[in-house]
């Protein structure tokens, strides 16, 4: 069974940081490219980027760009996210994804479709 668990998420004051966390398994990893997105219940989901599983290139979404950086183990099966500079609207539930598309621009926007997604983890910032 496919199996990506987010995890690192929290209550956090305006201006701080969080580590997110995704272990994947039931896949080959290097096949799929990882991503995030991050979903307000009652709103559409928000890809917020990627990282491609041959160069480790990524692609960020302009909401986050300059903030948040991604960055994966392939030894250990496992990609993060790094969130500066939090803004209240970053407020949401994140998951990671994998997804056969090459990282680029799909990852990012509004209601982006992907393969394989796992259990949430909420962030949340305070202003």
């Known amino acids: 069974d496919v199996q990506l668990q987010a995890s690192g998420g929290g209550l956090v004051q305006a201006g701080g940081s969080l580590r997110l966390s995704c272990a994947a398994s039931g896949f080959t990893f290097d096949d799929y490219t990882m991503g995030w997105f991050r979903q307000v219940p009652g709103k559409e989901r928000e890809g917020i980027g990627c990282?491609?599983?041959?160069?480790?290139?990524?692609y960020y979404a302009d909401s986050v760009q300059g903030r948040f950086t991604m960055s994966s183990d392939y030894a250990k099966n496992t990609v993060d996210l790094q969130m500066n500079s939090l803004r209240p609207e970053d407020t949401a539930v994140y998951y990671c994804t994998a997804d056969p598309e090459p990282c680029g621009y799909y990852y990012t926007g509004f209601s982006p479709v992907f393969d394989y997604w796992g259990q949430g983890t909420q962030v949340t910032v305070s202003s």
């Open positions: 990282i491609s599983s041959s160069d480790s290139k990524t």
